[in-house]
């Protein structure tokens, strides 16, 4: 658990819509990402092989000066640009993730560039190539996103896409304070707050008697700030909480209709819809 300006969180994998509602992220685990790097370091030293067989059969005879040269070149290609390269086209997958069922992302879930690519092996060539793939291990092991060094410095982290994503069903007001919750004014609340809010309730089987009581009174406190009037006296914090995210999100989905209604009605129709 964490504090974020004053708003108590939960440390998790999800991703939370503008309603409140998480996203449970298939994050890859530890054990599946050494396999992928296991599987792309066996192909590498494979074409390391060749490559060094065949290059040090056409540059027999020459000097000293391009026999390094030649090996530089093709360390770098075998283990950075040529992995860069076929990670960009494939939009975050190595061999190795093919294999497992991964892909690398951004931390928004978007598709990674050239440069989050670059930035990645380039780490990841002290990481595994000098450093034997130790700082990897560990750190991928401390952090909840089994981030290596090199997903840190690039802002990505790998996923797996053999496990759909499942989203939490929102909360629904209780039938007696829907009166009270639909005559309400709820003003902004910060993103914080909601996503703690939300958290809270999709994990209160979770927490002690004592954790639950004592933060579902500090949110209900927090919450109540940016509502008027106050609720009946004597209701449950929890239920305040489940009532007014619920508010929220039902004014949400009616506004954005009545958007689309307005859109639709004003604006000619799309000739390439």
Wanted: charged share 20%; glycine share 8%.
């Amino acid at each position: 658990m964490s504090v974020d300006g004053g708003y108590r969180t939960y440390a998790g994998e999800d991703l939370v819509t503008g309603e409140g509602v998480s996203v449970e992220v298939p994050v890859a685990s530890v054990p599946s990402r050494m396999a992928a790097r296991a599987i792309d370091l066996l192909i590498t030293a494979i074409l390391a092989i060749l490559s060094f067989v065949v290059f040090g059969v056409l540059t027999a005879g020459t000097s000293e000066a391009v026999a390094t040269a030649v090996s530089i070149v093709l360390t770098v290609g075998l283990t950075v640009m040529l992995p860069v390269i076929f990670e960009t086209l494939t939009r975050g997958r190595s061999p190795g993730k093919y294999a497992l069922g991964l892909v690398t992302v951004r931390d928004d879930g978007g598709p990674i560039t050239v440069r989050h690519s670059a930035i990645r092996h380039l780490v990841g060539f002290v990481e595994f190539y000098m450093l034997l793939g130790s700082p990897a291990l560990v750190a991928a092991m401390i952090h909840p996103r089994a981030k290596r060094l090199g997903d840190m410095a690039a802002g990505t982290y790998a996923m797996s896409l053999r496990h759909k994503l499942q989203v939490t069903a929102p909360p629904e007001a209780p039938p007696a304070l829907e009166h009270w919750v639909r005559g309400t004014d709820i003003g902004a609340m910060p993103a914080s707050l909601t996503i703690g809010v939300r958290q809270f309730l999709t994990r209160t089987g979770a927490l002690t008697a004592a954790s639950r009581q004592h933060l579902g009174h500090d949110l209900c406190a927090q919450v109540l700030t940016h509502v008027s009037p106050p609720p009946p006296p004597g209701v449950h914090p929890e239920w305040i909480l489940r009532a007014v995210l619920a508010e929220r999100r039902r004014r949400d989905l009616d506004r954005m209709q009545a958007d689309a209604v307005r859109t639709q009605r004003l604006l000619p129709p799309d000739p390439l819809g």
